[in-house]
């Protein structure tokens, strides 16, 4: 069964620095999908960023880009410029390729705080 | 991406009581899903509700206790029978977005349920 790992349960960073959030992830599958969704504190889960793992790019999204690391099945986020906004748990998902299981795994969450 | 309308928002239950909770999206999608956020924890699939058949539970998960139903293509319910303590937990209901891409998941605000 997949798993996903997030080996960080909170971390912090001072408004407009840099902070990476780690994830590492299991599956035998060479074709699948990876996402961070955000989750302030309405509880309401927001898409952050997401990769295709055929693709080597790395995605970005305005200050959210990420580190895929296919072989040693790494996704870290990197947020730049951190704003207060950006205060909220963040998880990391897999979900499986076209045509399986359509439900997304989640780590367990990293709780990002973010100093004025 | 589809727009879900959970409702209730919140609602504290008493022990051995059944409870519904709706959820309602503004665009016709073919799968819906809902999960579990226990207190402190990451989210774990309960089971997807496909229209006009029966929902598909996961492992740790049963009819008996989270019935679910899908009249449509915009509306599915599930219920949390028999509460219990353990039970108060967030329930999430999400689709696949139909404007967001459809490997991305769109996320109701969640329903928080608390058990006495």
């Known amino acids: 069964a997949q798993t996903v790992t997030q080996s960080q349960p909170e971390m912090s960073v001072q408004e407009a620095e840099t902070v990476t959030l780690s994830c590492t992830y299991d599956?035998?599958?060479?074709?699948?999908?990876l996402f961070w969704y955000k989750q302030p504190p309405s509880r309401q889960m927001i898409l952050v960023i997401r990769?295709?793992?055929?693709?080597?790019q790395n995605a970005t999204e305005n200050r959210f880009s990420v580190n895929f690391q296919k072989a040693a099945k790494s996704f870290s986020l990197k947020i730049s410029d951190s704003q207060l906004g950006d205060a909220a748990m963040y998880f990391c998902?897999?979900?499986?390729?076209?045509?399986?299981?359509?439900?997304?795994?989640f780590g367990k969450g990293t709780k990002l705080t973010v100093n004025p | 991406s589809a727009v879900i309308s959970q409702k209730p928002s919140r609602d504290i239950c008493q022990r051995g009581t059944s409870l519904t909770i709706q959820c309602q999206v503004d665009?016709?999608?073919?799968?819906m899903f809902w999960y579990r956020q226990q207190p402190g924890q990451s989210l774990t699939l309960i089971a997807t509700?496909?229209?006009?058949?029966?929902?598909?539970?996961e492992s740790g998960f049963v009819i008996d206790k989270f019935p679910i139903s899908r009249p449509n293509l915009t509306f599915s319910t599930l219920t949390v029978s028999n509460m219990s303590p353990e039970d108060s937990s967030i329930y999430l209901c999400?689709?696949?977005?139909?404007?967001?891409?459809?490997?991305?998941?769109?996320f109701g605000a969640g329903s928080r349920l608390t058990v006495l």
């Open positions: 599956t035998s599958e060479s074709d699948y999908y």
């Open positions: 509700a496909n229209q006009g058949s029966e929902a598909t539970y």
């Open positions: 665009s016709q999608v073919t799968m």
């Open positions: 998902a897999y979900r499986a390729p076209q045509g399986g299981s359509e439900k997304l795994v």
């Open positions: 990769q295709e793992a055929y693709k080597q």
């Open positions: 999400s689709v696949k977005g139909p404007n967001s891409g459809a490997n991305v998941l769109t």
